[in-house]
Antibody
Framework: QVQLVQSGAEVKKPGASVKVSCKASGYTFTNYYMHWVRQAPGQGLEWMGIINPSGGSTSYAQKFQGRVTMTRDTSTSTVYMELSTLRSEDTAVYYC??????????????WGQGTLVTVSS | QSALTQPASVSGSPGQSITISCTGTSSDVGSYNLVSWYQQHPGKAPKVMIYEVYKRPSGVSNRFSGSKSGNTASLTISGLQAEDEADYYCCSYASTSVLFGGGTKLTVL
């Protein structure tokens, strides 16, 4: 079955960087786009950006431009999201989510299980 | 770009129907039939319930339906069941980005 498995929880200090992984299985990795969405404690969902696993092209939400980098490794069907210059407001659960292979996003399915990133001094 | 607007909470009794609204602008909800809805139970990842305004993925109950008029999309859940109690988020394609609503907590009384 289609599955996205993310890396484990992280605790980081302000100013540090974090890199979260998302390993895909059960489908052809390069045939679908991948997104990162985060959810702060008790808050709603926030889209961070998209990566096309086929060519590696990316597009980031304006809010995160300059701080986020999304990459992929086609040999292991894994996408990565690195967020730098962390601050306390970045404390959140980070999800990867697969979408249709088009810049016009129709759906997100499935989602990874989520990775809690805690930023604290 | 601002988040889409949803009511913070709705409630209904078992067997009743409820509707959750999602208001955007002519640049997102109003421009594209690319609205989707996600159900999220506490501590779990979101799950797609509706996509492209009204389409249901395989396995999703036909008690869930979607619609859109102008800049506002709606999710209707009929025949409410206890298991429907969850947070619901709308989502819209918006040119170079994706917008989510703030979420609606559904309580089944």
């Amino acid at each position: 079955q289609v599955q996205l498995v993310q890396s484990g929880a992280e605790v980081k200090k302000p100013g540090a960087s974090v890199k979260v992984s998302c390993k895909a299985s059960g489908y052809t990795f390069t045939n679908y786009y991948m997104h990162w969405v985060r959810q702060a404690p008790g808050q709603g969902l926030e889209w961070m950006g998209i990566i096309n696993p086929s060519g590696g092209s990316t597009s980031y939400a304006q809010k995160f431009q300059g701080r986020v980098t999304m990459t992929r490794d086609t040999s292991t069907s894994t996408v990565y999201m690195e967020l730098s210059t962390l601050r306390s407001e970045d404390t959140a659960v980070y999800y990867c989510a697969r979408s249709n292979a088009s810049p016009m996003i129709r759906w997100f399915d499935p989602w990874g299980q989520g990775t809690l990133v805690t930023v604290s001094s | 770009q601002s988040a889409l607007t949803q009511p913070a909470s709705v409630s209904g009794s078992p067997g009743q129907s409820i509707t959750i609204s999602c208001t955007g602008t002519s640049s997102d909800v109003g421009s594209y039939n690319l609205v989707s809805w996600y159900q999220q139970h506490p501590g779990k990842a979101p799950k797609v319930m509706i996509y492209e305004v009204y389409k249901r993925p395989s396995g999703v109950s036909n008690r869930f339906s979607g619609s859109k008029s102008g800049n506002t999309a709606s999710l209707t859940i009929s025949g409410l069941q206890a298991e429907d109690e969850a947070d619901y988020y709308c989502c819209s394609y918006a040119s170079t980005s994706v917008l989510f609503g703030g979420g609606t907590k559904l309580t089944v009384l």
